[in-house]
């Protein structure tokens, strides 16, 4: 691709450049996201721990008490016994006594203590190990109590402690947030068909959003040395990089793609949308990074953590929207409307939604003249 007219801004030059070199702009960004992926895998995500989230005075003195070499208490669990029907409940604390001990990474079993009513009788136990990793190893003790429950369903029998709990509320918000992050990228994909109607433009906003996040979670490796990250950011990471990853490639496609429609040749289209939408996409992406530092001042691990990982993201995708973008946009010309989907693709774009929110002039007072948007007089 030629040069043929001065380009200004550092969104529009940028996305010259990559369009003349388009193979090493799509090449390098292929190897960014590889090479970035293999270096989180090498060296791992530190993850906060529990003596990270303190902070202010309560905070200082978790920091003290982890430094002055107490030792490490392993993470308790208790099980509680209970009569429903006047049932005798010592045949069950012997037969969970017993099975509790066998079983693996249960660690110093007491004697059972009854309750001043003579109603209940309280077990308890600890988890061996680091208490900080506790939840992957509880597994076994709560299959334990299960079994011993349903042979004695004449009793309430049941576990809870720190390992456990943590067990429990995080399998649920991890498989909430799983789920969650699983449907986004579908009915993200699902959105860009009815929008665009054609299968290549539709796939390519998704494409780059899933890459840039891949990118930034790699990233989050190396930056989770200077600030440990939270355990459900990379969760927001992914909503947040395919919010912004799309957003930013509608608006480049569709400028472009009106550019090409209105009659411009595919050079003169891509700097127009340089132009405009992408240096809508580089203030944007300025403004989010600089929002997102605000929560470094909360001094607070999650929402350090939660800064650290959407400047990441937006960052990452701001640079694919700047450079792989238009390298792809101008690799594939006019074939970024191949599949169209019947019924939903339309020639021209010039729907009264669409031109409501151009955010060039009123509706009522706008026409398209050159490829270019003018007001009318």
């Known amino acids: 691709m030629q ?12 996305a010259m450049w990559s369009a003349r070199h388009r193979t090493l702009a799509i090449l390098g960004w292929i190897a960014f996201v590889v090479g970035v992926t293999i270096l989180s895998g090498q060296i791992g995500t530190r993850n906060a721990v529990d003596s990270d989230y303190g902070h202010g005075d309560s905070g200082r003195a978790e920091h003290i008490v982890q430094q002055a070499g107490f030792p490490v208490q392993p993470a308790g669990e208790m099980v509680i016994v209970q009569n429903r029907a006047g049932t005798d409940r010592a045949a069950a604390i012997a037969d969970l006594t017993k099975q509790l001990t066998a079983t693996g990474n249960v660690a110093d079993v007491q004697p059972a203590i009854e309750s001043p009513d003579k109603r209940s009788s309280l077990i ?29 369903a004449d009793l309430y029998i049941a576990e809870g402690g720190d390992a456990s709990g943590d067990k429990l509320i995080g399998d649920d918000l991890d498989k909430g947030l799983n789920r969650l992050g699983m449907l986004s990228i579908p009915v993200t994909l699902g959105i860009l068909l009815v929008a665009f109607g054609a299968v290549v433009s539709a796939l390519l906003p998704v494409a780059l959003a899933v890459t840039a996040v891949v990118a930034a979670i790699g990233l989050l490796a190396a930056a989770s040395r200077l600030a440990p990250a939270d355990e459900t950011t990379m969760h927001v990471m992914l909503l947040v990089g395919l919010a912004v990853g799309v957003d930013y490639c509608l608006f480049y496609i569709r400028r472009e793609r009106d550019e090409r429609r209105a009659g411009a040749d595919a050079h003169r289209a891509l700097v127009i949308a340089a132009q405009t939408s992408g240096r809508s996409i580089w203030v944007s992406g300025l403004t989010v990074i600089v929002a997102m530092a605000g929560m470094f001042i909360t001094f607070d691990t999650t929402f350090v953590s939660f800064a650290v990982g959407t400047i990441l993201v ?40 669409w031109t409501a929110s151009c955010g060039w002039c009123w509706p009522s007072r706008c026409s398209r003249r050159s490829s270019r948007w003018v007001r009318s007089p």
């Open 3 to 14: 040069k043929t007219e001065n380009v200004k801004g550092i969104a529009a030059r940028a």
């Open 124 to 152: 308890a136990f600890s988890i061996s190990g680091d208490p900080e990793t506790a939840k992957d190893r509880v597994a076994p003790a709560l299959d334990t109590v299960a079994r011993v429950q349903a042979a004695h």
């Open 314 to 353: 937006v960052a990452t995708t701001m640079l694919g929207s700047l450079t792989v973008l238009p390298a792809m946009l101008s690799a594939l010309g006019d074939k970024v409307d191949a599949v169209k989907i019947p019924g939903l693709y339309r020639k021209r774009s010039d729907g009264r939604f």
